[in-house]
T-cell receptor, first 113, second 113 residues
Framework: SQKIEQNSEALNIQEGKTATLTCNYT??????LQWYRQDPGRGPVFLLL?????KEKRKERLKVTFDTTLKQSLFHITASQPADSATYLCALPFSGGYNKLIFGAGTRLAVHP | EADIYQTPRYLVIGTGKKITLECSQTMGHDKMYWYQQDPGMELHLIHY???????EKGDLSSESTVSRIRTEHFPLTLESARPSHTSQYLCASSWQGKVDTQYFGPGTRLTVL
């Protein structure tokens, strides 16, 4: 069955540094992959989508890569700020069709001043 | 900010009570979803709908039921609440299509005593 792995340990970095979060998946070749941000007690917010034929996608300070050979996506936040502190979730379409997503458990990012 | 609303935001209720969690969206999305999420854990899909009069059970077994009589409204009902139902419930919606980008509501934090 599909499995998504994100680092369960929190990532602590200094303000201004680049944060890099990892999403690994198994038993699947998804057509696309998405990243969401979730703040405590709130619903996730969509950030970026990358398709299987794209190696990299950027949006302002965010960058996502997608390596279908390694079955891995990397999510980068450059010039990180304390306001970037949140949990970041990776999501893939369910292998049985396009109509559902499978979410990873997320990695918590803490950016310290 | 997505136009998807959930009420109540917080609910504390006694065992055995019937409850309905409301979810409404004004984006005209065909697809709607209910997820359950415990602190620090991944989202689990409990119900979804592809349109009016269409509802399906998700990957996580749930004693709750849902209905979809109107496109914009997707309420979730628990006939008899139990302490094991204590959790965060998140509603989401998305367009029909090959890419399933979901927009989430703020969630309902349910506590059953």
């Amino acid at each position: 069955s599909q499995k998504i792995e994100q680092n369960s340990e929190a990532l602590n970095i200094q303000e201004g540094k680049t944060a890099t979060l990892t999403c690994n998946y198994t038993n699947y070749s998804p057509a696309y992959l998405q990243w969401y941000r979730q703040d405590p007690g709130r619903g996730p917010v969509f950030l970026l989508l990358i398709r299987e034929n794209e190696k990299e996608k950027r949006k302002e300070r965010l960058k996502v890569t997608f390596d279908t050979t390694l079955k891995q996506s990397l999510f980068h936040i450059t010039a990180s700020q304390p306001a970037d502190s949140a949990t970041y979730l990776c999501a893939l379409p369910f292998s049985g069709g396009y109509n559902k997503l499978i979410f990873g458990a997320g990695t918590r990012l803490a950016v310290h001043p | 900010e997505a136009d998807i609303y959930q009420t109540p935001r917080y609910l504390v209720i006694g065992t055995g009570k019937k409850i309905t969690l409301e979810c409404s969206q004004t984006m005209g999305h065909d697809k709607m979803y209910w997820y359950q999420q415990d602190p620090g854990m991944e989202l689990h899909l409990i119900h979804y709908s592809y349109g009016v009069n269409s509802t399906e059970k998700g990957d996580l077994s749930s004693e709750s039921t849902v209905s979809r009589i109107r496109t914009e409204h997707f309420p979730l009902t628990l006939e008899s609440a139990r302490p094991s139902h204590t959790s965060q419930y998140l509603c989401a919606s998305s367009w029909q299509g090959k890419v399933d980008t979901q927009y989430f509501g703020p969630g309902t934090r349910l506590t059953v005593l």
